[in-house]
Protein backbone atom coordinates (compact mmCIF):
# COMPACT_ATOMS: atom_id res chain seq x y z
CA UNK A 1 0.00 0.00 0.00
CA UNK A 2 2.93 2.05 0.83
CA UNK A 3 4.03 2.02 -2.59
CA UNK A 4 0.55 2.84 -4.07
CA UNK A 5 0.48 6.15 -2.63
CA UNK A 6 4.26 7.39 -2.57
CA UNK A 7 4.09 7.05 -6.59
CA UNK A 8 2.53 10.39 -6.08
CA UNK A 9 4.72 11.94 -4.25
CA UNK A 10 8.01 9.85 -4.03
CA UNK A 11 7.92 8.34 -7.40
CA UNK A 12 12.06 7.86 -7.43
CA UNK A 13 11.36 5.60 -4.01
CA UNK A 14 8.94 3.31 -5.58
CA UNK A 15 10.51 2.69 -9.09
CA UNK A 16 14.31 1.85 -7.29
CA UNK A 17 12.26 -0.44 -5.18
CA UNK A 18 10.89 -1.76 -8.54
CA UNK A 19 14.14 -2.17 -9.74
CA UNK A 20 15.02 -4.57 -7.33
CA UNK A 21 11.36 -5.96 -7.00
CA UNK A 22 9.11 -5.74 -9.96
CA UNK A 23 5.27 -5.86 -8.94
CA UNK A 24 2.19 -5.14 -11.17
CA UNK A 25 -0.43 -6.79 -9.61
CA UNK A 26 -1.95 -4.38 -7.36
CA UNK A 27 -1.67 -1.74 -9.42
CA UNK A 28 -2.68 -3.12 -12.65
CA UNK A 29 -6.14 -4.45 -10.26
CA UNK A 30 -6.85 -1.09 -9.51
CA UNK A 31 -6.37 1.05 -12.15
CA UNK A 32 -9.04 -1.90 -13.77
CA UNK A 33 -11.57 -1.32 -10.97
CA UNK A 34 -11.46 2.36 -11.01
CA UNK A 35 -12.24 2.33 -15.00
CA UNK A 36 -14.62 0.18 -14.48
CA UNK A 37 -16.66 1.86 -11.52
CA UNK A 38 -15.70 5.66 -13.26
CA UNK A 39 -17.46 3.63 -16.98
CA UNK A 40 -20.67 2.42 -15.12
CA UNK A 41 -20.86 5.43 -12.81
CA UNK A 42 -20.69 7.86 -16.19
CA UNK A 43 -23.30 5.93 -18.35
CA UNK A 44 -25.18 6.34 -14.89
CA UNK A 45 -25.07 10.38 -14.63
CA UNK A 46 -25.35 10.90 -18.42
CA UNK A 47 -27.82 8.31 -19.54
CA UNK A 48 -30.55 11.27 -19.83
CA UNK A 49 -28.32 13.78 -21.76
CA UNK A 50 -26.83 11.50 -24.06
CA UNK A 51 -30.74 9.60 -24.46
CA UNK A 52 -31.57 13.33 -25.27
CA UNK A 53 -28.74 14.14 -27.98
CA UNK A 54 -29.21 10.63 -30.15
CA UNK A 55 -32.71 11.03 -30.26
CA UNK A 56 -32.18 14.49 -31.41
CA UNK A 57 -29.85 12.74 -33.95
CA UNK A 58 -31.67 10.32 -34.99
CA UNK A 59 -34.90 12.72 -35.57
CA UNK A 60 -32.59 15.16 -37.84
CA UNK A 61 -31.70 11.76 -39.95
CA UNK A 62 -35.26 10.82 -40.32
CA UNK A 63 -35.24 7.86 -38.72
CA UNK A 64 -39.05 6.60 -37.98
CA UNK A 65 -40.55 6.79 -34.68
CA UNK A 66 -40.71 3.49 -34.22
CA UNK A 67 -36.68 2.44 -34.34
CA UNK A 68 -36.36 5.41 -32.24
CA UNK A 69 -38.20 4.15 -29.76
CA UNK A 70 -36.54 1.04 -30.04
CA UNK A 71 -33.37 2.77 -29.79
CA UNK A 72 -34.41 4.69 -26.67
CA UNK A 73 -35.33 1.41 -24.73
CA UNK A 74 -31.90 -0.34 -25.54
CA UNK A 75 -30.21 2.98 -24.48
CA UNK A 76 -32.34 3.20 -21.20
CA UNK A 77 -32.04 -0.56 -20.19
CA UNK A 78 -28.72 -2.41 -18.71
CA UNK A 79 -27.11 -3.03 -21.62
CA UNK A 80 -25.42 -0.19 -22.49
CA UNK A 81 -24.41 0.09 -18.56
CA UNK A 82 -22.69 -3.50 -18.22
CA UNK A 83 -21.27 -3.17 -21.94
CA UNK A 84 -18.97 0.33 -21.07
CA UNK A 85 -18.20 -1.43 -17.54
CA UNK A 86 -16.75 -4.32 -19.36
CA UNK A 87 -15.33 -2.76 -22.39
CA UNK A 88 -13.86 -0.10 -20.42
CA UNK A 89 -11.28 -1.81 -18.42
CA UNK A 90 -10.46 -4.38 -21.22
CA UNK A 91 -9.20 -1.56 -23.35
CA UNK A 92 -6.96 0.14 -20.65
CA UNK A 93 -5.28 -3.22 -19.78
CA UNK A 94 -4.65 -3.96 -23.75
CA UNK A 95 -3.59 -0.08 -23.74
CA UNK A 96 -1.05 -1.10 -20.58
CA UNK A 97 0.03 -3.97 -22.19
CA UNK A 98 0.73 -2.76 -25.67
CA UNK A 99 2.83 0.54 -24.17
CA UNK A 100 5.29 -2.04 -22.16
CA UNK A 101 5.58 -4.32 -25.05
CA UNK A 102 6.92 -1.08 -27.30
CA UNK A 103 8.73 0.76 -24.67
CA UNK A 104 10.56 -2.89 -24.26
CA UNK A 105 10.88 -3.34 -27.71
CA UNK A 106 12.53 0.52 -28.39
CA UNK A 107 15.00 0.45 -25.15
CA UNK A 108 18.13 -1.27 -26.10
CA UNK A 109 17.69 0.77 -28.88
CA UNK A 110 18.07 3.95 -26.38
CA UNK A 111 20.85 2.60 -24.47
CA UNK A 112 19.03 0.63 -22.04
CA UNK A 113 18.47 -3.00 -20.43
CA UNK A 114 15.29 -4.61 -21.83
CA UNK A 115 13.11 -6.63 -19.76
CA UNK A 116 9.10 -6.80 -20.01
CA UNK A 117 8.20 -7.77 -16.34
CA UNK A 118 10.11 -4.31 -14.78
CA UNK A 119 8.77 -2.24 -17.59
CA UNK A 120 5.14 -3.24 -16.93
CA UNK A 121 5.83 -2.69 -13.57
CA UNK A 122 7.02 1.11 -14.29
CA UNK A 123 3.71 1.41 -16.90
CA UNK A 124 1.40 -0.21 -14.03
CA UNK A 125 2.53 1.95 -11.14
CA UNK A 126 2.23 4.99 -13.25
CA UNK A 127 -0.99 4.19 -14.33
CA UNK A 128 -2.09 5.12 -11.00
CA UNK A 129 -2.49 8.44 -12.54
CA UNK A 130 -5.58 7.74 -13.77
CA UNK A 131 -7.31 7.30 -10.50
CA UNK A 132 -7.19 10.97 -9.55
CA UNK A 133 -8.34 12.04 -13.24
CA UNK A 134 -11.19 9.76 -13.14
CA UNK A 135 -12.11 11.01 -9.55
CA UNK A 136 -11.93 14.45 -11.50
CA UNK A 137 -13.94 13.47 -14.48
CA UNK A 138 -16.53 12.17 -12.02
CA UNK A 139 -16.68 15.77 -10.36
CA UNK A 140 -17.34 17.55 -13.33
CA UNK A 141 -19.37 15.32 -14.75
CA UNK A 142 -21.85 15.60 -12.00
CA UNK A 143 -21.49 18.99 -11.86
CA UNK A 144 -22.00 19.65 -15.88
CA UNK A 145 -24.06 16.20 -16.49
CA UNK A 146 -22.63 15.91 -19.87
CA UNK A 147 -19.98 13.22 -20.41
CA UNK A 148 -18.07 15.71 -22.45
CA UNK A 149 -15.79 16.68 -19.65
CA UNK A 150 -12.31 17.17 -20.19
CA UNK A 151 -8.50 17.63 -18.48
CA UNK A 152 -6.79 18.30 -21.64
CA UNK A 153 -5.99 21.53 -24.18
CA UNK A 154 -9.38 20.68 -25.48
CA UNK A 155 -10.55 22.96 -22.43
CA UNK A 156 -9.05 25.46 -24.21
CA UNK A 157 -11.30 25.04 -27.75
CA UNK A 158 -14.77 24.78 -26.61
CA UNK A 159 -16.11 25.84 -29.87
CA UNK A 160 -14.27 23.15 -32.11
CA UNK A 161 -16.96 20.33 -33.26
CA UNK A 162 -16.55 17.48 -30.84
CA UNK A 163 -16.21 14.93 -33.61
CA UNK A 164 -13.23 16.99 -35.48
CA UNK A 165 -9.96 15.70 -35.80
CA UNK A 166 -8.39 18.52 -33.81
CA UNK A 167 -10.69 18.44 -30.97
CA UNK A 168 -9.64 14.73 -31.04
CA UNK A 169 -6.06 15.51 -30.80
CA UNK A 170 -6.31 18.22 -28.30
CA UNK A 171 -8.08 15.99 -26.25
CA UNK A 172 -5.63 13.39 -26.35
CA UNK A 173 -3.07 15.67 -24.77
CA UNK A 174 -4.77 15.33 -21.04
CA UNK A 175 -2.67 16.72 -18.12
CA UNK A 176 -2.97 13.41 -16.11
CA UNK A 177 -1.55 11.42 -19.15
CA UNK A 178 1.06 13.60 -19.03
CA UNK A 179 1.72 13.31 -15.72
CA UNK A 180 1.29 9.60 -16.07
CA UNK A 181 4.29 9.87 -19.40
CA UNK A 182 6.62 11.51 -17.36
CA UNK A 183 6.48 8.77 -14.66
CA UNK A 184 7.18 6.36 -17.08
CA UNK A 185 10.13 8.02 -18.60
CA UNK A 186 11.55 8.29 -15.07
CA UNK A 187 10.49 4.49 -14.26
CA UNK A 188 12.26 2.99 -17.00
CA UNK A 189 15.53 5.55 -16.59
CA UNK A 190 15.53 4.24 -13.14
CA UNK A 191 14.63 0.45 -14.46
CA UNK A 192 16.11 0.12 -17.49
CA UNK A 193 19.13 2.06 -16.76
CA UNK A 194 18.18 4.61 -19.74
CA UNK A 195 19.78 7.89 -19.79
CA UNK A 196 16.94 10.33 -18.44
CA UNK A 197 17.22 12.63 -21.88
CA UNK A 198 16.36 9.29 -23.70
CA UNK A 199 13.66 8.01 -21.37
CA UNK A 200 12.16 11.10 -21.98
CA UNK A 201 12.39 11.01 -25.76
CA UNK A 202 11.49 7.44 -26.25
CA UNK A 203 8.24 7.49 -24.18
CA UNK A 204 7.19 11.26 -25.39
CA UNK A 205 7.74 9.74 -29.25
CA UNK A 206 5.36 6.88 -28.47
CA UNK A 207 2.84 8.76 -26.61
CA UNK A 208 2.81 11.78 -29.35
CA UNK A 209 2.13 8.91 -32.42
CA UNK A 210 -0.33 7.04 -29.73
CA UNK A 211 -2.56 10.65 -29.67
CA UNK A 212 -2.20 11.16 -33.59
CA UNK A 213 -3.43 7.98 -34.09
CA UNK A 214 -6.10 8.11 -31.91
CA UNK A 215 -7.53 11.22 -33.24
CA UNK A 216 -7.04 9.76 -36.97
CA UNK A 217 -9.21 6.66 -35.79
CA UNK A 218 -11.54 8.36 -33.66
CA UNK A 219 -12.83 10.25 -37.18
CA UNK A 220 -14.27 6.42 -38.68
CA UNK A 221 -16.19 6.43 -35.18
CA UNK A 222 -19.56 7.67 -34.37
CA UNK A 223 -20.61 11.06 -35.49
CA UNK A 224 -22.67 13.17 -33.47
Known sequence: MTRLLDIFHAPVKVFTSLKEKPEWVTPFVIVLIVVALSA????????????????????????????????MQFASGPVAMITSTIIAPFIIALMLLVFAA??????????????????????????????????????????????????????????LAKTSFSYRLLAGVDFFII??????AL????????????????????????????????MFGPRG
Not at 55 to 71: D, P
Not at 179 to 184: F, Q, T
Open 102 to 159: ILNLFIPLFGGKGAFKPVFSVVCFSSLIKVPGAILRLILIIITKSPYVTASLALFAPT
Open 40 to 71: ALTVSMTRETVMAQQEEILRERGVEEEQIERA
Open 187 to 218: GIAITSEVRKNNAYVLVFIIWIASVFIGAGLG
Open 179 to 184: WEMILV
